[in-house]
C-alpha cells in the first residue's frame, strides 16, 4: 500500500509496510545463501587430510596451508547441496510462515553456491599467503566476503537464469551488508566454543 507522492514522483511508503519489506529481504537474502554459508564450517569440522597444495611453496611462501584439504572442500560441498536439498523440502511452509516467497535450488545452482563458497575461501587462502599472512590471521574484508563472492559468482556462471531470479539488487545489497556481520557472530561463537582457533 502506498501514500501520497513526496514530490519527487516517487511514494511514501507506511513504515510497517516498508518494516515487512526489509523482512521479506533478509529472510529471502538468508535463505538463498544458507548453502554458501555453511560449506567452510562444515569444512573446518570435517578437519584434516590432504592438503589441497600438497605442501608447495610459491616465491618462499606455501601455495595454500594445512588448512585448505580435499576432504574438507569435498565434505563443505556435500553438506552445501544436501542442505540446499532440504530447503527445498521446507520451502513452502517457510514462505506460509514468514510472509516471504522464498526460493528453491536447482541441483547446478546448489552445488554452484556450495562449490563457489569454498572456492572462494581457497582464493583468499592463496591471496593471505601471497601477503606474507600466516593460516590463521585476519584479513578484514576478504575474511567477510571471500565465500559470497565465490558462491554468487560461480551461481551466475553455472545457472545465471536462476541466480538473476533470485539475487535480485536488493536482495544482493542485503547479502552484503549481513554476511559480515553473521560472520563475526558465528566465528565468535566458534571459537568461543573451541571449535575456531581464531575468532575471525
Excluded at 526489509?22 to 567452510?40: K, S
Excluded at 556435500?78 to 526460493?103: E, F, I, R, T, Y
Excluded at 562449490?115 to 592463496?126: H, L, N, P, R, T
Aim: charged share 15%; net charge neutral.
Amino acid at each position: 500500500m502506498t501514500i501520497g507522492d513526496d514530490g519527487t514522483g516517487v511514494y511514501n511508503t507506511p513504515r510497517a509496510a516498508r518494516g515487512d519489506m526489509i523482512g521479506t529481504l533478509v529472510a529471502t537474502a538468508f535463505w538463498a545463501m544458507l548453502p554458501a554459508y555453511v560449506p567452510n564450517n562444515a569444512a573446518v569440522l570435517a578437519g584434516g587430510g590432504r592438503p589441497i597444495d600438497g605442501g608447495r611453496e610459491w616465491r618462499g611462501a606455501r601455495l595454500l596451508g594445512d588448512g585448505k584439504t580435499w576432504r574438507g572442500t569435498a565434505v563443505g560441498t556435500l553438506v552445501g547441496v544436501l542442505l540446499a536439498l532440504a530447503l527445498n523440502a521446507l520451502a513452502d511452509p517457510a514462505s506460509a510462515a514468514l510472509g516471504a516467497d522464498l526460493p528453491t535450488f536447482a541441483l547446478p545452482a546448489a552445488f554452484a553456491l556450495a562449490f563457489g563458497a569454498m572456492c572462494g575461501d581457497i582464493g583468499a587462502s592463496f591471496l593471505k599467503r601471497r601477503s606474507g599472512r600466516e593460516r590463521g590471521a585476519a584479513f578484514p574484508g576478504l575474511d567477510q566476503l571471500d565465500f559470497v563472492v565465490g558462491a554468487l559468482g560461480l551461481a551466475f556462471l553455472v545457472d545465471a537464469d536462476w541466480a538473476l531470479r533470485v539475487f535480485t539488487p536488493r536482495v544482493l545489497a542485503v547479502v552484503l551488508v549481513m554476511t559480515p556481520v553473521l560472520h563475526v557472530v558465528t566465528n565468535v561463537g566458534a571459537y568461543a566454543l573451541g571449535v575456531k582457533n581464531e575468532p575471525w
